[in-house]
């Protein structure tokens, strides 16, 4: 067709392909890396312990990724370690076990840079260390994998058995019998005596057993042998030349109760033994330091420092350049046509809006929306919204993506899902059923566990915060949090035309959430929250009536 709309073309198709490839962060995506703000992967390389903080889907892998691939052709060694697949074990096997990943990665390491001769080019550095230190690559390969055998023969013992060792003490009475008759005699003779009598006679023996019983326990091994790790680093720093990097991806998958211990751990091996940390995880479901009862884990400010990626819808304009500058590098790399070509700016804004500023989402939305205003000019060509991807292609996309984000919520709260969901569905209500509109307010101080649950639901996707400060007008020095009710919830096939849509991001729209209706007691129930919107709704009904018979009365009778 000649005049086919852009959004059909073969270009479009190599971008949608493009996107879904890339919404996953894989090794062969690196090259790919934006970052979301200057100096982020220089943080991310430098000799500093760093715990890394975004939404799922923000970017932290592949900043890992990124930090990690660069390190790695400067010769540093690296170890990128994937937590999710030890999702649900217990400590301290979930310990050995990341601990047996982790040696393994920098014996891959080792292996891959020998056959690469990469150490040739520190054959100088080398020979210096060889005068002071025996330590060789071959003889850190094999002491790395004696420790990997030996964790791994712990990770399948029963933590906790009871153990029974015997120990059997001789006396030879003859011999002690000689010995005493001998006292007086000169030492030169007795010493010529004893290889003739350890070798002609074969003594009279009393034997003692003594019985010891213990329990065996993998913490008290792991403790025990964290100075052979300590060592290893310490080596593998000097065989290599350069610092150590240690990549820990997805801690929150773990429980949330041993994140602490683990990264402690980490920590005692590596302070002070060239190995540098980076911890990736979401920040309001991970424990990464207790200080009860004693400190445990990493702290910030002290131990570590923090790289937040989370880019808000508070900073809608940011947002929205980084996300465009993301998918207009897929567009180019597709050949395709310019963003602006084939998506209305309504429709960017919505992709922005439904995302809630997260990449991943961002480009999963943008990839089905395609789809949609495919399937719309299919059905309908001359279509009154046009031939581009406008607002309402992502709305229906947005509802359909919403059982994406279900299913990985379900995935990621394991443990806690109850009280997550009995939130999330007050917070709904609210919304949808009493205010009718996608937006609310929090309180800003407050720190009990509600508040904590609803900043749970941010980082898991669910809201998105749009202001950090609202103040309601009047509640003089009370300030509140502004959030969002993700998209998917009142779009696709949950389509609602009843709910207000806050256009929130417009300067002239400041005021437009300075209402009290919009304060969300978290403490109310699920009960109490539809009992209040179907008594606003009869009052409603209740007013329209009596207006409509007012209405009528002056019609009839005049005024």
Same mark, same amino acid.
């Given at each position: 067709?000649?005049?086919?709309?852009?959004?059909?073309?073969?270009?479009?198709?190599?971008?949608?392909?493009?996107?879904?490839?890339?919404?996953?962060?894989?090794?062969?995506?690196?090259?790919?890396?934006?970052?979301?703000?200057?100096?982020?992967?220089?943080?991310?390389?430098?000799?500093?312990?760093?715990?890394?903080?975004?939404?799922?889907?923000?970017?932290?892998?592949?900043?890992?990724?990124?930090?990690?691939?660069?390190?790695?052709?400067?010769?540093?060694?690296?170890?990128?370690?994937?937590?999710?697949?030890?999702?649900?074990?217990?400590?301290?096997?979930?310990?050995?076990?990341?601990?047996?990943?982790?040696?393994?990665?920098?014996?891959?390491?080792?292996?891959?840079?020998?056959?690469?001769?990469?150490?040739?080019?520190?054959?100088?550095?080398?020979?210096?260390?060889?005068?002071?230190?025996?330590?060789?690559?071959?003889?850190?390969?094999?002491?790395?994998?004696?420790?990997?055998?030996?964790?791994?023969?712990?990770?399948?013992?029963?933590?906790?058995?009871?153990?029974?060792?015997?120990?059997?003490?001789?006396?030879?009475?003859?011999?002690?019998?000689?010995?005493?008759?001998?006292?007086?005699?000169?030492?030169?003779?007795?010493?010529?005596?004893?290889?003739?009598?350890?070798?002609?006679?074969?003594?009279?023996?009393?034997?003692?057993?003594?019985?010891?019983?213990?329990?065996?326990?993998?913490? +008290?091994? =792991?403790?025990?042998?964290?100075?052979?790790?300590? @060592?290893? &680093?310490?080596? #593998?720093? $000097?065989? /290599?030349?350069?610092?150590?990097?240690?990549?820990?991806?997805?801690?929150?998958?773990?429980?949330?109760?041993?994140?602490?211990?683990?990264?402690?751990?980490?920590?005692?091996?590596?302070?002070?033994?060239?190995?540098?940390?980076?911890?990736?995880?979401?920040?309001?479901?991970?424990?990464?330091?207790?200080?009860?009862?004693?400190?445990?884990?990493?702290?910030?400010?002290?131990?570590?420092?923090?790289?937040?990626?989370?880019?808000?819808?508070?900073?809608?304009?940011?947002?929205?350049?980084?996300?465009?500058?993301?998918?207009?590098?897929?567009?180019?790399?597709?050949?395709?046509?310019?963003?602006?070509?084939?998506?209305?700016?309504?429709?960017? +804004?919505? =992709?922005?809006?439904?995302?809630?500023?997260?990449? @991943?989402? &961002?480009?999963? #939305?943008? $990839?089905? /929306?395609?789809?949609?205003?495919?399937?719309?000019?299919?059905?309908?060509?001359?279509?009154?919204?046009?031939?581009?991807?406008?607002?309402?292609?992502?709305?229906?996309?947005?509802?359909?993506?919403?059982?994406?984000?279900?299913?990985?919520?379900?995935?990621?709260?394991?443990?806690?899902?109850?009280?997550?969901?009995?939130?999330?569905?007050?917070?709904?209500?609210?919304?949808?059923?009493?205010?009718?509109?996608?937006?609310?307010?929090?309180?800003?101080?407050?720190?009990?566990?509600?508040?904590?649950?609803?900043?749970?639901?941010?980082?898991?996707?669910?809201?998105?915060?749009?202001?950090?400060?609202?103040?309601?007008?009047?509640?003089?020095?009370?300030?509140?949090?502004?959030?969002?009710?993700?998209?998917?919830?009142?779009?696709?096939?949950?389509? $609602?035309?009843?709910?207000?849509?806050?256009?929130?991001?417009?300067?002239?729209?400041?005021?437009?959430?300075?209402?009290?209706?919009?304060?969300?007691?978290?403490?109310?129930?699920?009960?109490?929250?539809?009992?209040?919107?179907?008594?606003?709704?009869?009052?409603?009904?209740?007013?329209?009536?009596?207006?409509?018979?007012?209405?009528?009365?002056?019609?009839?009778?005049?005024?």
């Amino acid at each position: 067709m000649a005049n086919e709309p852009l959004i059909f073309g073969q270009q479009i198709d190599t971008l949608s392909t493009l996107v879904e490839e890339g919404a996953r962060a894989t090794a062969q995506n690196v090259a790919r890396f934006i970052e979301p703000a200057p100096g982020t992967l220089r943080r991310a390389k430098s000799k500093r312990h760093h715990l890394i903080f975004g939404r799922r889907g923000s970017g932290k892998s592949s900043l890992l990724l990124k930090a990690g691939d660069e390190l790695e052709k400067a010769n540093h060694p690296i170890a990128i370690v994937d937590l999710e697949p030890f999702k649900g074990h217990h400590y301290p096997d979930v310990l050995l076990s990341v601990l047996i990943a982790t040696l393994l990665k920098y014996e891959l390491w080792l292996i891959d840079h020998k056959r690469g001769n990469r150490f040739r080019e520190l054959a100088k550095r080398l020979q210096f260390w060889k005068r002071k230190d025996p330590v060789t690559v071959a003889t850190l390969h094999q002491e790395i994998s004696k420790e990997i055998s030996a964790l791994r023969e712990q990770l399948h013992l029963a933590d906790d058995a009871g153990l029974r060792t015997t120990t059997a003490h001789a006396r030879n009475e003859d011999w002690e019998r000689r010995s005493r008759g001998k006292a007086g005699v000169s030492d030169d003779l007795v010493a010529a005596e004893i290889e003739q009598e350890i070798a002609a006679r074969v003594a009279a023996n009393s034997t003692m057993e003594v019985v010891e019983e213990s329990k065996r326990s993998k913490s +008290d091994y =792991l403790l025990r042998h964290i100075i052979d790790y300590q @060592r290893i &680093f310490r080596e #593998l720093s $000097r065989v /290599s030349g350069y610092s150590s990097y240690l990549f820990l991806d997805d801690l929150y998958h773990l429980k949330r109760e041993d994140q602490a211990s683990i990264l402690d751990y980490f920590h005692r091996i590596a302070k002070n033994n060239n190995l540098w940390l980076k911890i990736g995880t979401i920040k309001n479901r991970s424990n990464w330091y207790r200080h009860d009862p004693q400190p445990l884990g990493l702290k910030i400010g002290d131990d570590a420092d923090d790289i937040n990626l989370d880019l808000t819808l508070e900073k809608f304009s940011s947002a929205r350049g980084f996300l465009l500058k993301i998918l207009n590098s897929y567009a180019n790399d597709a050949e395709a046509p310019k963003v602006r070509d084939f998506v209305a700016d309504g429709g960017v +804004d919505r =992709l922005v809006i439904a995302s809630g500023g997260v990449t @991943r989402d &961002f480009l999963g #939305l943008f $990839r089905r /929306s395609i789809d949609e205003a495919r399937e719309r000019l299919t059905q309908t060509p001359d279509h009154a919204r046009g031939p581009k991807m406008g607002a309402e292609d992502v709305n229906v996309a947005a509802g359909s993506y919403g059982e994406t984000k279900r299913e990985e919520f379900e995935r990621d709260t394991l443990e806690d899902r109850a009280r997550l969901e009995q939130m999330f569905e007050k917070i709904k209500a609210f919304c949808l059923e009493k205010n009718k509109a996608n937006v609310f307010l929090v309180d800003q101080e407050a720190t009990d566990e509600m508040h904590d649950t609803i900043q749970e639901l941010v980082d898991l996707r669910l809201i998105h915060q749009i202001r950090s400060r609202v103040t309601e007008k009047t509640r003089t020095g009370k300030v509140f949090r502004a959030l969002l009710l993700d998209i998917s919830q009142y779009t696709g096939e949950r389509m $609602r035309r009843d709910i207000e849509m806050i256009e929130f991001w417009r300067p002239d729209n400041k005021e437009i959430l300075r209402k009290a209706k919009y304060i969300f007691d978290p403490n109310q129930t699920l009960e109490e929250i539809q009992i209040s919107a179907k008594a606003d709704r009869k009052k409603v009904v209740e007013e329209t009536k009596t207006k409509e018979f007012d209405d009528q009365i002056s019609m009839d009778f005049g005024d």
